[in-house]
């Protein structure tokens, strides 16, 4: 079945610094993937979407790029601020659903 | 515009029992989508509702099953609790099938004790 794969599930960087999360996904007719943030006790939000026609898209301090033929799409914070500190979730939908990653609990120290 | 609300905030309920939760879409959206979130995990996908018809369910038991109503509204029911069905139920909604982005509400947290 579909499976989506995140790395790092923790990722501890110092305040200004940038921050990388990468995605795999196995499901090759997935076409829209989108990054949520989850502060401590919050709903998941949606900070950035890409769609499959797309290879990056940018939104200030967040980009996303995506390589269909890889199969891998990557978040990048750029100048990280304490409140960016959150769990990520990547995700990709594919027939009919969305399959979310395991996660990646961003810590930014000031 | 008002977001995803989701009732009870709490559930405690013990094993065995049936527990209940709700959510109300996003007004004008009429996807309605189910996760599981167990603690420090990610979001299993449960159910997904459109125009009052279950469009698919994920890889879980059929004593996980709900409805959709003609607001659009949806109910999750769990029958026979087990101690592992503790989790965060998150509710989304969507504008319809052909919308992907998805907007969640604050979730219900459920407890079997």
């Known amino acids: 079945g579909e499976n989506v794969e995140q790395h790092p599930s923790t990722l501890s960087v110092q305040e200004g610094d940038s921050a990388v999360i990468k995605c795999t996904y196995s499901?090759?007719?997935?076409?829209?993937f989108p990054w949520y943030k989850q502060e401590l006790g919050k709903r998941p939000q949606l900070i950035i979407d890409?769609?499959?026609?797309?290879g990056e898209k940018k939104d200030q301090r967040i980009a996303v790029t995506l390589n269909k033929t890889a199969k891998h799409f990557s978040l990048h914070i750029t100048e990280t601020q304490p409140e960016d500190s959150a769990v990520y979730f990547c995700a990709a939908r594919g027939f009919q659903k969305l399959v979310f990653g395991t996660g990646t609990r961003l810590l930014v120290s000031p | 515009e008002a977001g995803v609300t989701q009732s009870p905030t709490h559930l405690i309920k013990t094993r065995g029992q049936q527990a209940t939760l709700r959510c109300s879409p996003i007004?004008?959206?009429?996807?309605v989508y189910w996760y599981q979130q167990a603690l420090g995990l990610g979001l299993q996908f449960l159910l997904w509702y459109d125009e009052g018809e279950e469009r698919n369910r994920g890889n879980f038991p059929p004593r996980f099953s709900g409805r959709q109503f003609p607001n659009y509204s949806s109910e999750l029911n769990v029958n026979a609790l087990e101690l592992e069905d503790s989790a965060l139920y998150l509710c989304?909604?969507?504008?319809?099938?052909?919308?992907?982005?998805?907007?969640f509400g604050p979730g219900t947290r459920l407890t079997v004790l």
């Open positions: 007004s004008g959206h009429t996807s």
């Open positions: 890409i769609r499959s026609n797309v």
């Open positions: 989304a909604s969507s504008a319809g099938v052909s919308y992907n982005e998805q907007f």
């Open positions: 499901d090759s007719a997935s076409n829209y």
